[in-house]
């Protein structure tokens, strides 16, 4: 299936509040190279008219989120990122004696991208989710220097150098909560779209080589924290089991994924958000 929809029975709302909007939020999950079929999914909710009130992301899905949350159309994030590849962003961290990789280029070019410094010039609330490997807990961030913040999110252990911040030492958030809902409803959402591009391995694909077993190996870890999707109101699962996890040559792969997840999903998430479907008049 490429997407699913888990539904609550809401709250009971007084009668006044019936009519206020809902407040979507957007949770972006990790998967590396498949954070593609993030912006996939991102182009066909701009087409829609669907605007996330706020985001959150873990990983690669805080990458794609910061860029939402900063006002930037999900083509140019793919066109800066699809340009962008291991060779510019895969620096030996030559002084380092916990990582091989320095997360400096990947902050450079977040920046940017988003055109932003912090979280205050964001035009949308956002969080961006890493783990603190000291203490083996989930840390949300919603102020300060953006790029340290995603960077942090995104620091697989061994492989990116990891990131201090007000005294905890952040890796990838993948490791504790690799599908930030809570941190969406954290953000004041009272109705969350989550995007998983971690779907369950199904034995069909074969890592090509080191990165690739090294990031097959965390997708594991990663889905041991999807727990969270249940909690979700509407979640999107794009088809990207079989796209690889570090080929940048496969973005596009995984971006049309996301987008025919999206489109397969757009009827059922109108309806959930009470709106027409587009075929209707």
């Not at 909007?21 to 993030?38: E, Y």
């Not at 989710?129 to 960077?151: F, K, N, R, W, Y």
């Not at 496969?250 to 999903?265: I, K, M, S």
Request: aromatic share 6%; glycine share 8%; no cysteine.
């Amino acid at each position: 299936m490429p997407w699913s929809l888990f539904h609550r029975a809401p709250k009971p709302r007084p009668a006044e509040e019936h009519a206020a909007p809902l407040r979507i939020g957007l949770a972006l999950g990790g998967g590396a190279v498949r954070g593609a079929a993030h912006l996939g999914v991102l182009s066909v909710f701009e087409r829609a008219s669907i605007a996330p009130d706020v985001v959150a992301g873990t990983s690669v899905g805080a990458v794609v989120g910061a860029g939402l949350a900063a006002g930037v159309p999900a083509a140019e994030v793919l066109a800066a990122f699809g340009g962008a590849g291991w060779t510019r962003l895969a620096k030996p961290a030559w002084r380092s004696k916990r990582s091989m990789l320095d997360t400096n280029p990947m902050g450079e070019l977040l920046e940017k991208v988003t055109s932003a410094t912090t979280f205050a010039e964001l035009k949308l609330p956002f969080a961006a989710v890493a783990s603190d490997i000291l203490t083996g807990t989930t840390v949300v961030m919603t102020e300060g220097l953006l790029s340290e913040a995603v960077v942090a999110s995104s620091a697989i252990p061994v492989i990116f150098e990891p990131v201090s911040r007000e005294g905890h030492l952040l890796v990838d958030g993948g490791l504790t909560d690799n599908l930030p809902v809570d941190a969406a409803r954290q953000l004041g959402a009272d109705f969350v779209i989550a995007v998983d591009i971690m779907p369950p391995l199904d034995g069909t694909y074969e890592p090509h080589d080191m990165r690739d077993m090294v990031l097959l190996s965390w997708n594991i870890v990663e889905r041991g924290t999807q727990s969270s999707a249940a909690l979700a109101d509407f979640v999107i699962t794009p088809d990207v089991v079989r796209v690889s996890l570090s080929d940048f040559s496969q973005l596009h792969l995984a971006y049309e994924a996301g987008v025919a997840a999206a489109e397969a999903a757009l009827p059922a998430l109108l309806i959930a958000l009470g709106r027409k479907p587009i075929s209707q008049p």
